[in-house]
């Protein structure tokens, strides 16, 4: 039987709660949708195949390149990927560094991704409250590397400089305002009736539909999944980590997960600071030719880079498989099929935190 569409919807691709372009096609009846589809391909790159043939110095800053958003983690799981063909280690210190570095970006990129949703449920004062004290991240971020965007902190066999005690007291500093802040922010989200009413059922992403995908990430311990990389990281599980889930599998569930998940990682860069010891930042590291694939727990779920490298240190091949590529894919056949409002479909996909960089790599 041919099914009855009212209108087809184009959502995007410039789309003021968009923070990168994107198009979602809807099919509606009424104000119901039907089902959605979304369209890529507006800021592709290319730059898997730009680091073929360039040496592995080169291609760990292009890495950085694929997303400003998620530039920390990625220089970290493609140099970590070269360590694993090159059977680096990495000294016990420079590995605290890592972890320090990666949970600041993990608290930026869900304080970003929690704005994004407010701003989109036209929440603009706790959006704004989020984005202001993203800053406090960035700012701790900027105080390891020297830098708030690509940092280019981390290489093979350990990380480029060390910090100072006073530096990791700002930090620490930092970490006490943040989760100050951000109790009182989550008292906000958690009670407001406009933010019941836009994310409470809305968005279901059933636990059967999410374990027959790829979903990764918060949007799949949302929905009770245990998916995350770091379950397997003994400095991580030294350091107090543990697995983060709900079970309402709404939109009010993945950004009550990235609330819970920031609350971790405040703890995890107070752990981490006070765990830091004397000792070196870096071994010395013998690039050799070889294949590896590495995963490592972005922001939005599994990274992973299947590189291989010949006897120079030149990329031969490599594949990025990003978070976000199953999660977009989830959002548009599952989370936003049959919405009882046109007006949830931008809300349903902003809940998902989507990275369109990473995605069109």
């Not at 369209?39 to 390149?65: C, D, H, N, S, T």
């Not at 060390?162 to 989550?186: G, H």
């Not at 406009?194 to 918060?218: C, F, N, Q, T, Y």
Request: proline content about 4%.
């Amino acid at each position: 039987m041919k099914k009855v569409v009212d209108v087809s919807l184009p959502v995007g691709p410039i789309h003021p709660c968009f923070k990168e372009p994107a198009r979602i096609k809807c099919e509606t009846a009424g104000e119901r949708v039907l089902s959605t589809e979304v369209e890529l391909g507006y800021v592709k790159k290319g730059i898997e195949k730009i680091m073929v043939g360039r040496p592995w110095q080169e291609v760990i800053f292009l890495a950085e390149r694929v997303c400003g958003i998620c530039s920390v983690v990625h220089n970290t799981a493609i140099v970590e990927t070269i360590e694993k063909i090159s059977g680096i280690s990495v000294p016990r210190r420079a590995a605290i560094l890592r972890i320090i570095l990666n949970e600041l970006d993990r608290i930026q990129s869900h304080l970003l991704a929690n704005y994004s949703y407010c701003y989109t449920i036209e929440h603009e004062t706790l959006a704004m409250y989020l984005l202001n004290l993203r800053e406090t991240a960035m700012d701790a971020i900027e105080s390891v590397s020297g830098t708030r965007v690509m940092s280019a902190y981390v290489v093979p066999g350990g990380v480029r400089e060390d910090i100072s005690d006073e530096t990791v007291k700002s930090i620490v500093s930092a970490m006490d305002k943040i989760e100050k802040e951000l109790k009182r922010f989550v008292k906000m989200f958690e009670s407001g009736p406009l933010i019941a009413l836009r994310s409470k059922g809305i968005g279901v992403l059933s636990h059967e539909d999410a374990a027959a995908s790829g979903v990764v990430g918060p949007t799949a311990r949302a929905c009770g999944l245990e998916r995350d990389a770091r379950k397997d990281d003994e400095l991580y599980k030294e350091l107090g980590w543990h697995m983060i889930t709900r079970t309402e599998s709404d939109n009010f569930a993945r950004i009550m997960l990235r609330f819970d998940e920031l609350f971790q990682s405040v703890n995890l860069v107070r752990n981490a600071a006070a765990a830091l010891e004397p000792g070196k930042i870096r071994n010395g590291a013998v690039i050799t030719a070889g294949h590896a694939v590495h995963t490592v727990e972005a922001p939005r779920g599994d990274l992973t880079y299947d590189l291989e490298l010949d006897e120079f240190g030149q990329v031969v091949r490599v594949a990025i498989q990003t978070p976000s590529i199953p999660n977009v894919e989830v959002a548009s056949h599952a989370m936003m099929k049959n919405l009882t409002s046109a007006a949830d479909v931008t809300s349903v996909f902003i809940s998902s935190d989507p990275c369109i960089a990473c995605a069109e790599r």
